[in-house]
Nanobody
Framework: QVQLVESGGGLVQAGGSLRLSCVAS?????????MGWYRQAPGKQREWVAS???????NYADSVKGRFTISRDTAKNTMYLQMNSLKPEDTAVYYC??????????WGQGTRVTVSS
C-alpha cells in the first residue's frame, strides 16, 4: 500500500511563497501513470493544479501557470510544488496524487495553505 505524505503548508501573505512536499513510501516514481497536485478550497470541488505525464512533461492549470512549479526528486521519492506570488484565491487544502498502473489512485492527507490579503 503506497502512502503519500504532504507537508509545507501554512499561512502566508499575498505575494509570498511556499513549497509543498509529497513523500511516497515506496520507490514508485519510475512506474507511475500520472502524478500531480490538486487542491480543494472551502465550499468548492477539488481541482487539478499541476501534474507530470509519464514522459515527465509538466502541465499546469491556467490559474497557476507562471506562478507554480512542479518538480520531483526521484532519489528521495519526493514531489514538490513551488508556489510563488500567492494570491488569496490560492487558499485551499492541497493534495498530492499518484496513479499507478491498474489504474490505482493514491492520495495524500492534504496540507492546508492559507493566503491572507
Amino acid at each position: 500500500q503506497v502512502q503519500l505524505v504532504e507537508s509545507g503548508g501554512g499561512l502566508v501573505q499575498a505575494g509570498g511563497s511556499l513549497r509543498l512536499s509529497c513523500v511516497a513510501s515506496e520507490r514508485i516514481f519510475f512506474s507511475f501513470n500520472a502524478m500531480g497536485w490538486y487542491r480543494q478550497a472551502p465550499g468548492k470541488q477539488r481541482e487539478w493544479v499541476a501534474s507530470f505525464t509519464r514522459s515527465y512533461s509538466t502541465n499546469y492549470a491556467d490559474s497557476v501557470k507562471g506562478r507554480f512549479t512542479i518538480s520531483r526528486d526521484t532519489a528521495k521519492n519526493t514531489m514538490y510544488l513551488q508556489m510563488n506570488s500567492l494570491k488569496p484565491e490560492d487558499t485551499a487544502v492541497y493534495y498530492c496524487s499518484l496513479t499507478l498502473p491498474g489504474p490505482i489512485d493514491y492520495w495524500g492527507q492534504g496540507t492546508r495553505v492559507t493566503v491572507s490579503s
